[in-house]
C-alpha cells in the first residue's frame, strides 16, 4: 500500500518536472531521468484482481484460466489476488469488496450473471478501479474492456459438427435435443444464436427434426442430467444432441450409458476437457470446440497489466453490449472445432498432456488417434 502511494507521488513528480520543464534544454534531462524511476516503480504499483466464476460448470476456470493468468502476472512481476466465487453470488462481491480493500486497481471478472457483475464493475469504477469482463460480457455492465471468444462463432462450430457427425452416420430425419447453457450467461446466448443458425436451417428443410431445447440452469452437470433424462424418457427417439459445452455433454452421455445408446446418439461439447476429450476417444462424444486459453488468459492479463502500470492499453476491435448498445473494446479469439481425428491438436498445443488423457483404457485410442 505504501509502496503505491510513494511511486504515485513519484509518478507526479516527475509528471511536474515534465510540465515545468518545457521549453528549456536542461530541465528537459532533469525530466526525463526523473521519468524513468517513476516509471520502473509504476510498473509494480497496481495489483490486479481477478474472480473466476466457480469450478464445477467447466474443469477450465481452475485447471486452465488461473494457471495461465498466474503465469503471466508472475513473469510480469505485477501483483495479483485469483479467487473463485463457486457459484456463490453473494461471496463474488464479497471477494470484490476484498479486493478492492485489499488495494486492487484492476478488476477482472467472470461473471455469475449481468445483474450482480453489474454491481461489482459499479463500485469498483467508483472507486477508480478499473474493469475487464473475462470470457462472459456483463450486459449494461459497463466494464473498460471485453476478452473472449467469438462465441456466436463457437455455437456455429457446434452446429456444423453435430451435422458432420449425423451426416457420417447417415442420420435420417433425426430428432435433435438441445441441452443450452446458463440462460444468466451471455455467452450461453451467442453459443445458442450460432447453433440455431445451422440447425433452423435443417429443421425447416425437413432434414432434421426439432426436438426438446432446454437451458440448464448455472451450466450445473448434474442438473444437465437430469434435464436430459427427461427429454429422453419423452422423446426416447432423440437421435443427436447438441450439448453446450463438455459437462453438460458428459450429463446427457451418462443417460444415454444407461439406455445403451451411447456412441449411437451424437453429443458435442466445448473447452477440450480432458473428460471430454476421452469421451470423444471412446465415440460417446462427437465433438468438442477448443478455445486455447492460454491466449484469453495473455490477452486479459496483458490488458490488466497494461492497466496495473497506469497504461490505457489497446483493444483490437470492439463488441456491442446488445443490453446498453455501448461499442466495449474487445479482444475476440478465435475457437477450433475438435473430432476424433483431432484430438492431437489439442495435446499438440500444450492444453492438456498425454499422461491426463492416455490413461489406461484411453490408451491404445490415443494411439489409433496418432497422439504422440
Ligand atoms: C464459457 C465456457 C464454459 C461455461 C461454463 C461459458 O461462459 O465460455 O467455456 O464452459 O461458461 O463454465
Redesign the pocket.
Known amino acids: 500500500m505504501r509502496k503505491g502511494i510513494l511511486s504515485l507521488t513519484a509518478a507526479a513528480a516527475a509528471m511536474t518536472l515534465g510540465l515545468a520543464a518545457c521549453g528549456s534544454e536542461d530541465a528537459d534531462t532533469s525530466a526525463s531521468s526523473g521519468a524513468s524511476p517513476a516509471e520502473s516503480s509504476a510498473a509494480v504499483a497496481g495489483k490486479v484482481g481477478v474472480i473466476l ?2 469450478s ?3 474443469a ?2 481452475e485447471t486452465a484460466d488461473r494457471k495461465y493468468l498466474e503465469e503471466a502476472f508472475k513473469a510480469a512481476g505485477v501483483a495479483y489476488d485469483i479467487q473463485n466465487a463457486q457459484g456463490d453470488k453473494t461471496q463474488f462481491q464479497t471477494i470484490a469488496d476484498q479486493m478492492i480493500t485489499n488495494g486492487a486497481t484492476v478488476l477482472m471478472i ?1 461473471n455469475l450473471d449481468s445483474g450482480t457483475g453489474k454491481a461489482v464493475l459499479d463500485k469498483a469504477k467508483a472507486q477508480g478501479v478499473a474493469t475487464i469482463d473475462y ?2 460480457l456483463t450486459l449494461n455492465g459497463g466494464a473498460s474492456y471485453y476478452v ?2 467469438d ?1 456466436t462463432k ?1 455455437g456455429t462450430l457446434q452446429g456444423e459438427g453435430l451435422v458432420k457427425c449425423l451426416t457420417d452416420k447417415k442420420a435420417d430425419k433425426p430428432i435433435i435435443a438441445e441441452l443450452n ?2 440462460p444468466t ?4 446466448t451467442l ?1 445458442k444464436n450460432g447453433y440455431d443458425g445451422v440447425l433452423k436451417a435443417k429443421y425447416d428443410s425437413g432434414d432434421y427434426v426439432k426436438g426438446p431445447d432446454q437451458s440448464v440452469p448455472d ?1 450445473d452437470n448434474a442438473q444437465a442430467g437430469t434435464i436430459f433424462e427427461q427429454m429422453l424418457t419423452e422423446q426416447p427417439k432423440i437421435a443427436g444432441v447438441l450439448a ?4 453438460l455433454g458428459n450429463a446427457a452421455i451418462s443417460v444415454l450409458k444407461k439406455n445403451s445408446l451411447n456412441g449411437k446418439v451424437p453429443v458435442t461439447g ?2 477440450a476437457t480432458v473428460q471430454g476429450l476421452q469421451n470423444i476417444l471412446a465415440g460417446d462424444q462427437c465433438m468438442t470446440v477448443y ?1 486455447a ?1 492460454k491466449k484469453e488468459a495473455d490477452a486479459a492479463s496483458a490488458l490488466a497489466i497494461g492497466l496495473a502500470k497506469g497504461e490505457k492499453p489497446a483493444a483490437t476491435g470492439t463488441v456491442k453490449d446488445t443490453e446498453s448498445g455501448a461499442d466495449v473494446p474487445a479482444v475476440l479469439l478465435d475457437p477450433q472445432p475438435i473430432f476424433f481425428d483431432s484430438v492431437k491438436d489439442v495435446v499438440a498445443d500444450g492444453f492438456v498432456t498425454k499422461d491426463e488423457l492416455c490413461t489406461g483404457e484411453f490408451a491404445d485410442k490415443c494411439t489409433e488417434a496418432g497422439i504422440q
Open positions: 466464476p466457480d464445477k460448470s467447466s477450465r476456470w467472470v470470457d462472459r473472449s471468444f462465441n463457437v447453457g446458463s450467461d451471455n455467452n450461453a453459443f451450466w453446450a459445452n463438455d459437462g466445448q473447452d478455445k486459453i
